[in-house]
């Protein structure tokens, strides 16, 4: 039986590229973007198998009838992909409040309101699979990009919240985590804070040291078999890195991070203080 897939920022990018794999192989797809013009080539080859859907994730109303007006126009969701977001390139003294609160309201915000909207759903059906983009930058840090850091990391916190939370329900949560992509994230599509002079040597070896980390960068094609393998799996992974070298970025992260909190054990363990005799909580 084919399944029903809601994806939210189908015009580009992975977005695309998965609603063409489920398209392909026969599933369904309920696709949105902010404008169904960009979705027209979509119905042109696929029919009825596509329910095109304008969408902006920011309006929790406009969310909550879109994915009801999905459910009954297929008769349920299997699959929820919240893909919709975007790069905020400044530093963090350069982004400005309306710039950094936008990031939020669609990257953390966005994809909290689809989630939601959908559980009921899931929750009805006993089964469901919903799969949040993340990135590298959910798991590590670059300058120049602390407020992007900041939503992903708040994604990824969300996200291993309500799979624990949602489990017994048979719906599973998946957290993409990929490394750079031939996609127009940090360009068409990105936004940059007016940069201030004195973080020009910053801004250049964040760069070199991004680009260093990320390495040659990954052919978006190429996620279409991942991403099926991902939601065909009998037991999904809660994480799962996309493309060559976030590992690599991973392993040294969390080893710095274990060796520091070694470093500094004697402290932590002296900031306990005495407890006999105070109760726990």
Request: aromatic share 8%; proline share 4%.
């Amino acid at each position: 039986m084919s399944r029903i897939w809601f994806i939210t920022g189908t015009s580009r990018g992975f977005g695309r590229e998965w609603a063409l794999a489920a398209l392909e192989r026969g599933d369904r797809v309920v696709a949105t973007a902010r404008s169904t013009a960009a979705l027209d080539d979509l119905v042109v080859a696929h029919g009825d198998a596509v329910l095109p859907m304008a969408l902006d994730v920011t309006d929790r109303a406009a969310v909550e009838r879109a994915v009801a007006g999905a459910a009954e126009h297929f008769g349920r969701l299997d699959i929820v992909v919240n893909n919709a977001g975007y790069g905020l390139f400044g530093m963090i003294e350069e982004v400005t409040e309306q710039q950094a609160r936008a990031q939020v309201e669609t990257n953390v915000f966005g994809a909290l309101w689809v989630t939601r909207a959908a559980l009921p759903h899931l929750r009805a059906a006993g089964s469901g699979h919903i799969i949040q983009v993340s990135s590298i930058g959910g798991i590590t840090a670059f300058p120049g990009l602390g407020l992007y850091h900041a939503s992903k990391w708040a994604l990824e916190g969300l996200s291993q919240s309500l799979a624990a939370e949602v489990a017994d329900f048979g719906i599973w949560v998946t957290l993409v985590e990929p490394t750079g992509y031939q996609t127009d994230w940090a360009a068409a599509s990105a936004v940059r804070a007016e940069p201030i002079a004195a973080y020009d040597p910053v801004r250049e070896r964040a760069a070199a040291r991004r680009a260093a980390a990320i390495g040659r960068r990954g052919d978006p094609t190429a996620t279409r078999e991942a991403i099926l393998a991902v939601v065909d799996a009998e037991r999904p992974p809660l994480r799962i890195f996309l493309g060559d070298g976030p590992l690599r970025t991973a392993v040294e992260e969390y080893a710095a991070r274990i060796a520091t909190w070694q470093e500094w054990e004697a402290v932590s363990i002296a900031a306990h203080g005495a407890t006999d005799g105070i109760p726990a909580g």
